[in-house]
């Protein structure tokens, strides 16, 4: 499922909401009956009403018509708590967009909107939201609430990160996944976008996946990456010089002399961070920038029929 094109035509950081809000209703529009139950507002079917059952769900419209009294059967409805972290580093800020380009195709922009297309389906669903965002310092915190008012200020503060896109700042994934974990209490799922480049040890990144995991918390980690230069390392044959964006360290070289290896060593950690994930039952979702956003709403409703 692709953005339409006239969601394309609006798509900058100002209507972040409008956009989401039209990718959800595409994707509902093309699934049938959902199997996910709870999965919106909607109800299913209607039943007679019961003299001293609740007047709250009748049908007064089917009353006119019929002059009889039905009640609207609402799906299964969970009410749950989710809480996004957003890694705002330098590195979240690749590829640095062209003209023509849309916001949504840098890791950074294609988090947010993703965040944003998840943030409408809570919203359908009167679940409760919260937002961190990190780099080398905690940016923003704000707690897991419902309100529009609520949603309204999360998506404000998403918006700014996109606006501030140049970013320069390196990532301590560890230091503030450690300090996120302790500030959320409540049984939550917990929504993490990152591309996971840090300098820290592999262990200690690890240890601060896992301490996600307390309190019985949900964890989904959307592995966010440029799939054509990070994965397939696709450049021309000529000389290139390569800069680390948040270390600003440099190497030149022909990319063709070391793809091979390169590719070799990146499945490598990507097969290590799987594994590790599975052994600690977190989600783990790469997802590239040229991806639609399909995974990223699935993958969000079967986890919450796990989420019981």
Known sequence: MS??????????????????????????????????HGFSA?????????????????????????????????????????????DNSASMHYPILKKDQKFYESKIGFSVLAAAVLMSLLKKQRDAVGLSVFSDRYEYYAPEKGSDRHHRMILNSMEQLLQNSKSKNKTDTVTYLHQIAQKIHRRSMIVLFTDMFQEEEEEKLFAALQHLKHNKHKVVLFHVIDKETEVQFDFANSPKKFIDVESGEQVSLYAANV??????????????????????????IPVAVS?????????YLAEKQNFG
């Open 3 to 36: 953005i339409s094109s006239e969601a394309e035509k609006i798509a900058s950081f100002n209507n972040l909401e409008l956009i989401a809000n039209q990718i959800v209703e595409g994707f509902i529009s093309g699934m049938h009956k959902s199997p996910f």
């Open 42 to 86: 909607e109800f299913a079917e209607h039943k007679l009403y019961n003299v001293g059952e609740s007047t709250r769900h009748i049908d007064w419209k089917l009353f006119a018509k019929t002059d009889r009294l039905y009640t609207k059967c609402f799906e299964e409805e969970t009410n749950m708590r989710c809480h996004i972290i957003i």
């Open 259 to 284: 793809k091979e290896e390169y590719e070799k060593q990146l499945a490598t950690y990507f097969k290590r961070l799987s594994l590790v994930c599975a052994q600690n039952q977190i989600k783990y």
């Open 291 to 299: 991806d639609n956003f399909e995974k990223i709403m699935l993958t």
